[in-house]
């Protein structure tokens, strides 16, 4: 046991004492007696102990290190005793502590002081009143069995302790057995059986004895065989009592405590947690609950054992910004509060808060109490929040600088396409053929420019959220009929049959950017047909909504071209075909159809076509049926 360990425990220290008492009234040798209780008190507690002639009227320390304990018996004093290293023990709660230790020694040492008895006396009222007193003192009694006859002797202070007024008249070891528990009874007879076997030094066990008022107490007794027959058969046995109950009392309280604390503790996510820095600077783990098993991989157990083990599994790194800021804690006294990361068993690495409240305890150390939890899923969400932002930013700066080089555009594109116009309009200067040829296609792909750049205004404003739109009620036919007038000259190129059906039909939506979006699904629909064709706008109204279908019979989709038809910038492998496009048309269509409270579905069939399909409100919904058509 290290020398700056606690002391043991109040049943150890009265086992001390009474171990003592039992020799003295064995052997008659108090200076013997007082030599083994120092020993033994020496070798639980981990200090040097012993005892001098120096008066002492209180506890107190001496030199930093020393403690010394006054030895008082009747009203005289006897000396002191003394125990080093002890800096870490305050006095009068040690002092407490070790009561039944310094009442023995105060009881054997002033046996020892005592003038010697006569040979026949040895054992009689001086020696025998002294160790008594001293027993007495400890909450302890001394009996006496003799074996054969089963009588007891001393007995009367056993059943005194129980609360009854006189012991029995027989006075035998099976009236005291009548007192003893029934699941204890076995059990105590077979403590004595292994003593009298000589399988153990001293009869020792502890069990329930029935009080007078009915309850149960505690009992701890120890015993020994002192004198044997001529056959060797045991003839008398010493020992001492002592009632134990509020100690365990107070024991099955603390472990009530700790049960009900555990099972808290497993429904809390992170681990409750003691922490004590011991004089040496080491760390130990008092209490810390069952989930330290999840978060560090390690059990409750092994931590109390050695806290290091959790220090050994924090990121190297940062062990000693860890350290640190324990010893700032325990200096100010100031709440800890660190993150850190932690290696766990099973290979993963978590991030590791910890948050405690400092005291410091009587004997001068600091004690913790505190609580882990982890914030590896609070960081990833931080690095994923971090990330969004970023993205956010990359794609608002993308917008900014696509609106803004499409305004620059326009203008010098309008330029070129409009002294190109002119070049071919001049009668002063009348271009060859090839020449007329050559100006085409600048136009021709000037204006294909031209439409990509407002595509990509369109995209961008959307996505900026910068669109305005002037919803309304609308008649569907006009405005069907109107954009089908715009894709005639195509159509006829193409050889395709335009037809609308369908007439009365409403819906809510903005003029300008319905009337887009009709002209561009009707201009792909001839764009992407077949020599000979047909387009059909349908207009439908059902189940409260208006509903209006763009048919063609073109080449048709597969279900996975229909899965990527609205992403921006895919052409589904037509960027190297005969038709022209930009891959951003039916995105921003997609885009104005939502922003007006519609969807769009197709519906496609390879080798036969594809319905587009674009669904809108209708002004009933808006609360507008009263609302006049334009």
């Not at 109040?10 to 020993?39: E, G, I, K, N």
Request: aromatic fraction near 6%; proline fraction near 6%; charge should be negative.
């Amino acid at each position: 046991m290290p020398a700056d360990a606690a002391l043991p425990d109040p049943a150890q220290l009265l086992a001390l004492a009474q171990s003592a008492l039992l020799t003295q009234l064995d052997r008659d040798d108090p200076a013997h007696a007082v030599a083994q209780l120092l020993a033994d008190l020496a070798l639980a507690s981990g200090r040097r102990a012993w005892v001098d002639d120096n008066p002492c009227t209180a506890p107190a320390h001496a030199d930093g290190s020393t403690l010394h304990l006054p030895l008082q018996r009747l009203g005289a004093a006897v000396g002191r005793l003394c125990l080093a290293p002890a800096a870490d023990l305050p006095a009068v709660p040690a002092a407490q502590a070790l009561a039944p230790v310094t009442d023995a020694l105060a009881a054997l040492r002033l046996r020892s002081r005592a003038s010697q008895p006569a040979p026949d006396q040895a054992g009689s009222a001086s020696g025998g009143a002294l160790v008594r007193a001293a027993l007495r003192g400890a909450g302890t009694f001394v009996w006496e069995w003799h074996i054969p006859s089963d009588r007891l002797g001393d007995i009367d202070e056993g059943f005194q302790q129980l609360g009854y007024p006189q012991a029995p008249a027989r006075r035998t070891q099976q009236d005291w057995d009548g007192l003893i528990h029934p699941d204890d009874r076995a059990a105590n007879h077979e403590a004595y059986l292994r003593h009298a076997r000589g399988e153990t030094e001293h009869y020792a066990h502890i069990y329930r004895a029935r009080a007078a008022d009915g309850s149960w107490h505690w009992l701890q007794e120890r015993g020994r065989i002192v004198d044997w027959t001529p056959d060797g058969q045991p003839l008398r046995m010493v020992g001492v009592q002592a009632d134990i109950t509020t100690q365990r009392q107070a024991e099955a309280a603390a472990s009530a405590a700790t049960q009900r604390l555990g099972k808290i503790a497993a429904h809390v996510p992170g681990a409750l947690f003691q922490f004590q820095r011991d004089d040496d600077g080491f760390g130990r783990f008092p209490y810390i609950s069952e989930r330290s098993l999840a978060l560090f991989g390690v059990a409750p157990a092994e931590l109390a054992a050695d806290a290091a083990r959790l220090l050994r599994r924090v990121e190297a790194a940062q062990r000693a910004v860890v350290m640190a800021s324990i010893d700032a804690s325990g200096v100010s006294l100031t709440p800890w509060v660190q993150e850190f990361q932690v290696h766990r068993t099973d290979g993963a690495l978590r991030w590791i808060r910890g948050s405690a409240s400092p005291q410091r305890e009587p004997d001068g150390r600091v004690l913790w109490h505190g609580y882990f939890e982890d914030l590896t899923e609070w960081h990833a969400l931080a690095r994923a929040d971090h990330r969004q932002r970023v993205a956010e930013a990359a794609n608002l700066a993308k917008n900014e600088f696509l609106s803004r080089m499409s305004h620059e555009l326009r203008t010098p594109l309008n330029a070129v396409l409009g002294f190109a116009q002119l070049m071919g309009l001049d009668p002063q200067a009348p271009l060859a053929p090839d020449q007329q040829r050559w100006l085409a296609l600048i136009r021709q792909s000037g204006e294909h420019l031209l439409a990509m750049i407002d595509d990509l205004l369109d995209l961008t404003s959307i996505e900026a959220g910068r669109l305005p739109l002037a919803p309304q009620a609308l008649d569907l036919r006009p405005l069907a009929d109107d954009a089908l007038a715009m894709v005639e000259a195509a159509a006829a190129r193409h050889d395709l049959a335009l037809a609308c059906e369908g007439s009365g039909v409403l819906a809510w939506a903005d003029r300008t950017r319905l009337r887009q979006v009709l002209i561009n699904l009707l201009s792909n629909a001839v764009k992407y047909n077949r020599p000979g064709g047909r387009v059909l706008v349908r207009l439908l109204a059902a189940d409260g909504e208006a509903q209006l279908q763009v048919h063609d019979t073109g080449p048709g989709l597969t279900a996975d071209e229909c899965a990527q038809l609205f992403e921006p910038f895919n052409r589904l492998g037509q960027a190297q075909g005969p038709v022209e496009g930009t891959g951003i048309g039916l995105t921003v269509t997609h885009h104005l159809v939502r922003l007006m409270g519609g969807r769009i579905a197709v519906q496609s069939t390879p080798g036969v076509g594809s319905c587009f399909s674009v669904t809108l409100p209708l002004p009933a919904a808006q609360g507008l049926q009263g609302t006049s058509l334009p």
